[in-house]
């Protein structure tokens, strides 16, 4: 399988899946750190994928969702967004009901 089909594959069966640099028991960069704890926060189960394993994972991944930054929230296979976007729906009470959606 190649890495591409991969990613897309790991997207669709994981209901909440952050690729990030290190993992959710180590982040390895402040936002990837942020993103987690956001998550955590909520208590929600989710695969994480660490980008730094394979820098072929982040071009891949980037050509899938045409988003340059890591790390990428996706959520019932939609691109959520990175730390700044998943932060601001943290914010405003928007993150949970999407987190919710996943569950259901």
Same mark, same amino acid.
């Given at each position: 399988m190649e890495l591409k089909e991969k990613i897309i594959n #790991?997207?669709?069966?994981?209901? =909440?899946i952050l690729f990030m640099k290190g993992t959710k028991e180590m /982040?390895?960069?402040?936002?990837?750190?942020? +993103?987690?704890?956001?998550?955590?926060? &909520?208590? +929600?189960? &989710? $695969?994480?994928?660490n980008v730094l394993e394979d /820098?072929?994972?982040r071009v891949a991944l980037s050509e899938h969702s045409n988003w340059p930054t890591i790390p990428q929230l996706f959520v019932n296979g939609e691109l959520i967004g990175?730390?700044? =976007?998943?932060?601001?729906?943290?914010?405003?009470g928007e993150l949970l009901d999407i987190l #919710? $959606?996943?569950?259901?």
């Open positions: #790991d997207i669709k069966n994981n209901s =909440i /982040p390895m960069c402040g936002f990837s750190n942020s +993103v987690t704890q956001v998550l955590n926060h &909520y208590g +929600v189960k &989710y $695969k994480d994928i /820098p072929n994972i990175g730390a700044d =976007i998943t932060l601001e729906l943290h914010q405003n #919710d $959606k996943a569950n259901s």
